[in-house]
């Protein structure tokens, strides 16, 4: 989904401009090949790049963590100039400074984002309903206010939800993520263009019966 969707989105460069990525996964998905395969799951982030569609240095990933890639891949990541977060990284430093980096990064290089999230950045103890689930993911609240500040502070022009696999779900919890992390994309969005007509400007503080 998320190779033919940016895709698509960079070949509109005249009218966003330069296209970046911001992708919220588990997993790289930088690989060049699995299982004798050039084109699966695991590789969509490398095909964007190979093919020239997003530059390597406007491309943002959060949640990485596990055995995967290896050193041959993660040294291809860098000479792209690729941006990772590990989930170790984000620990140590904290998710907001990481995300208030990533924005900074964001705005520095590119005109438009194209947001993608594979479920499976979330700890599958919140997400289980994902084909590579991997511990020690993020929250469904860490990834619920982030996709939203994100939507809210860059220009947003695309936005996909992957990987989430109803038969490994438990009480479709994993559905309903899924479902409310495009709700707070468009949420943010909105109110995005909302304070840019009004002259306002969002206060994710503000108690919710204020000014009702």
Same mark, same amino acid.
């Given at each position: 989904?998320?190779?033919?969707?940016?895709?698509?989105? &960079?070949?509109?460069? %005249?009218?966003?401009?330069? !296209? #970046?990525?911001?992708?919220?996964?588990?997993?790289? +998905?930088?690989? *060049?090949?699995?299982?004798?395969?050039?084109?699966?799951?695991?590789?969509?982030?490398?095909?964007?790049?190979?093919?020239? &569609?997003?530059?390597? %240095?406007?491309?943002?990933? !959060? #949640?990485?963590?596990?055995?995967?890639?290896?050193? +041959?891949?993660? *040294?291809?990541?860098?000479?792209?100039?690729?941006?990772?977060?590990?989930?170790?990284?984000?620990?140590?430093?904290?998710?907001?400074?990481?995300? %208030?980096?990533?924005?900074?990064?964001?705005?520095?290089?590119?005109?438009?984002?194209?947001?993608?999230? *594979?479920?499976?950045?979330?700890?599958?103890?919140?997400?289980?309903?994902?084909?590579?689930?991997?511990?020690?993911?993020?929250?469904?609240?860490?990834?619920?206010?982030?996709?939203?500040?994100?939507?809210?502070?860059?220009?947003?022009?695309?936005?996909?939800?992957?990987?989430?696999?109803?038969?490994?779900?438990?009480?479709?919890?994993?559905?309903?993520?899924?479902?409310?992390?495009?709700?707070?994309?468009?949420?943010?969005?909105?109110?995005?263009?909302?304070?840019?007509?009004?002259?306002?400007?969002?206060?994710?503080?503000?108690?919710?019966?204020?000014?009702?």
């Amino acid at each position: 989904v998320t190779w033919p969707n940016v895709t698509g989105v &960079a070949r509109g460069a %005249d009218m966003w401009g330069r !296209v #970046g990525v911001i992708h919220f996964d588990a997993h790289a +998905d930088t690989g *060049d090949i699995a299982f004798g395969s050039l084109v699966g799951h695991g590789q969509p982030m490398r095909l964007l790049i190979d093919s020239g &569609a997003v530059r390597g %240095d406007r491309f943002i990933q !959060v #949640g990485l963590r596990g055995y995967w890639p290896p050193p +041959d891949i993660l *040294d291809w990541m860098a000479a792209q100039g690729m941006r990772s977060y590990e989930m170790t990284e984000i620990v140590h430093r904290g998710l907001k400074e990481c995300i %208030d980096e990533a924005i900074e990064l964001a705005l520095q290089e590119c005109d438009a984002i194209y947001l993608s999230v *594979d479920i499976d950045v979330v700890d599958p103890g919140s997400a289980p309903g994902t084909g590579t689930p991997e511990p020690g993911g993020l929250t469904s609240r860490e990834l619920l206010d982030t996709v939203r500040r994100m939507a809210y502070q860059l220009p947003i022009v695309g936005v996909d939800v992957v990987e989430v696999s109803p038969p490994y779900d438990h009480a479709d919890i994993t559905a309903l993520l899924g479902n409310r992390v495009v709700l707070e994309v468009l949420s943010g969005m909105a109110r995005r263009r909302k304070d840019a007509r009004d002259g306002t400007t969002w206060n994710p503080g503000q108690p919710i019966l204020d000014g009702r």
